[in-house]
């Protein structure tokens, strides 16, 4: 599995970015999808994740109601909608992927997500 995230960038508190992450590599049809950040001096902090073939999703605590994680699937891509950006936003956002039931995660590479108050 190959996992390219894009879209990361500067934006003022209260806007909006959309991060993408191209997936190949093989059918995602068991796979969950997921998205985490880490800002500096923390720890990787979950922010959502959505099974490819049901649809369904979580979300972190901190994002609920702000972001919005979908696919699509022909394009075998999987986007995070972030809306009403906050300066604790700011991180390395990185996307993932793992075998539904299984603990391994197969990781993108990092976008840089900046939000300025």
């Known amino acids: 599995v190959q996992l390219q995230a894009s879209g990361g960038g500067l934006v003022q508190a209260g806007g909006s970015l959309r991060l993408s992450c191209a997936a190949s590599?093989?059918?995602?049809?068991?796979?969950?999808l997921s998205w985490f950040r880490q800002a500096p001096g923390k720890e990787r902090e979950f922010v959502a994740s959505?099974?490819?073939?049901?649809?369904?999703?979580r979300y972190g605590d901190p994002v609920k109601g702000r972001f919005t994680i979908s696919t699509d699937k022909p394009k075998n891509t999987m986007y995070l909608q972030m809306n009403s950006l906050k300066p604790e936003d700011t991180a390395v956002y990185y996307c993932a992927a793992k075998v539904r039931g299984y603990e391994y995660y197969t990781w993108g590479q990092g976008t840089q997500v900046t939000v300025s108050s």
């Open positions: 959505i099974d490819w073939s049901g649809g369904s999703t």
């Open positions: 590599g093989r059918t995602f049809s068991r796979y969950v």
